[in-house]
């Protein structure tokens, strides 16, 4: 059998300019995409070359499941002083707390400076560290590659200033071991939708395909239950628009929902339940996740065709 060799590309003869060559091209949403199955984002509303001061920030965007800012600085070349300096001031300047930097190669200086500030700054701020590859075989098209150098930590950004102690609780802990099993059986599905990020936090975006509203995923132990629910940020319209259409979308789910309007809050709520959880006894795990996966989907599917 005759195989092919893998030749590395430099990455300059196929993006000669930072600016109007490479950031164009990662802000298409095809390209950008290889950017989210990394960093268990979904990026939209790019925006190129924002101003902070004197100074622009090469890509900005927000991750349609949370509404966080997240902000892009490309360098094709050896990471820098100067580069790692900019990030700093657009995080600050543009509020971000998703800073990616993709470089061309990560000097050993900026990988500890980044680790560095993963484990020391504010747990809402999340340092990406990202080398940016091109590979080709024989005379085929070359492909692009993410490799990321550097990334938050979770344990000690989640677990920083919930307790006096630098150890999760019982409760963070089983949080941890049900995400990672949930993410790694999304994966084996063929990952019908983006990944997250495990974390200690209860709760676990999907994204929809709009800002408008997106699906969270609600472990609630103490009442042995687990919540799928549509999350509509703040446009009452949207929900009175989706209650008009609920026999319809009732019907299509084979689900009855609970419709939360929540007139005296921002947010408005369609929910499902799910019983089984308990965090001392994960024999049922892989019913109630395969369970969620089926659900998630299906909410997908069914309630964008009414947004």
């Given at each position: 059998?005759?195989?092919?060799?893998?030749?590395?590309?430099?990455?300059?003869?196929?993006?000669?300019?930072?600016?109007?060559?490479f950031?164009?091209?990662?802000?298409?949403?095809?390209?950008?995409?290889?950017?989210?199955?990394?960093?268990?984002l979904?990026?939209?509303?790019?925006n190129?070359?924002?101003?902070?001061?004197?100074?622009?920030?090469?890509?900005?965007?927000?991750?349609?499941?949370?509404?966080?800012?997240?902000?892009?600085?490309?360098?094709?070349?050896?990471?820098?002083?100067?580069?790692?300096?900019?990030?700093?001031?657009?995080?600050?300047?543009?509020?971000?707390?998703?800073?990616?930097w993709?470089?061309?190669?990560?000097?050993?200086?900026?990988?500890?400076?980044?680790?560095?500030?993963?484990n020391?700054?504010?747990?809402?701020?999340?340092?990406?560290?990202?080398?940016?590859?091109?590979?080709k075989?024989?005379?085929?098209?070359?492909a692009?590659?993410?490799?990321?150098?550097?990334?938050?930590?979770?344990?000690?950004?989640?677990?920083?200033?919930?307790?006096?102690?630098?150890?999760?609780?019982?409760?963070?802990?089983?949080?941890?071991?049900?995400?990672?099993?949930?993410?790694?059986?999304?994966?084996?599905?063929?990952?019908?939708?983006?990944?997250?990020?495990?974390?200690?936090?209860?709760?676990?975006?999907?994204?929809?395909?709009?800002?408008?509203?997106?699906i969270?995923?609600?472990?609630?132990?103490?009442?042995?239950?687990?919540?799928?629910?549509?999350?509509?940020?703040?446009?009452?319209?949207?929900?009175?628009?989706?209650?008009?259409?609920k026999?319809?979308i009732?019907?299509?789910?084979?689900?009855?929902?609970?419709?939360?309007?929540?007139?005296?809050?921002?947010?408005?709520?369609?929910?499902?339940?799910?019983?089984?959880?308990?965090f001392?006894?994960?024999?049922?795990?892989?019913?109630?996740?395969?369970?969620?996966?089926?659900?998630?989907?299906?909410?997908?599917?069914v309630?964008i065709?009414?947004?």
């Amino acid at each position: 059998m005759k195989l092919g060799r893998l030749k590395e590309v430099n990455v300059r003869d196929l993006w000669h300019h930072e600016q109007y060559d490479f950031s164009n091209w990662l802000s298409e949403e095809e390209n950008i995409e290889l950017l989210n199955d990394i960093l268990g984002l979904t990026l939209i509303d790019i925006n190129k070359e924002v101003y902070v001061g004197a100074y622009r920030c090469d890509l900005v965007a927000r991750d349609e499941a949370t509404g966080i800012n997240i902000i892009i600085e490309n360098q094709l070349e050896c990471s820098n002083h100067d580069h790692l300096g900019k990030i700093i001031t657009y995080a600050s300047g543009l509020d971000a707390q998703v800073i990616v930097w993709i470089v061309e190669e990560a000097r050993e200086e900026h990988r500890s400076a980044i680790e560095w500030l993963n484990n020391n700054t504010n747990k809402k701020l999340n340092f990406f560290l990202i080398e940016l590859h091109a590979y080709k075989i024989g005379d085929s098209i070359p492909a692009p590659k993410f490799e990321i150098i550097e990334k938050p930590n979770d344990f000690i950004k989640n677990s920083k200033g919930n307790s006096d102690s630098n150890d999760m609780s019982k409760t963070q802990s089983e949080r941890v071991i049900f995400w990672t099993m949930f993410n790694e059986l999304v994966v084996n599905r063929g990952k019908p939708f983006n990944i997250r990020k495990v974390s200690t936090d209860n709760w676990y975006n999907v994204a929809i395909g709009t800002s408008e509203a997106h699906i969270c995923i609600n472990l609630v132990n103490k009442e042995s239950s687990i919540v799928i629910e549509l999350y509509i940020n703040n446009n009452k319209e949207l929900f009175d628009k989706l209650y008009g259409n609920k026999t319809e979308i009732e019907s299509e789910l084979g689900l009855s929902l609970d419709w939360q309007r929540l007139n005296n809050r921002k947010a408005s709520r369609i929910k499902y339940l799910i019983y089984g959880l308990n965090f001392d006894n994960h024999e049922n795990y892989s019913e109630l996740m395969n369970e969620i996966i089926d659900k998630v989907i299906l909410m997908r599917k069914v309630f964008i065709k009414y947004i």
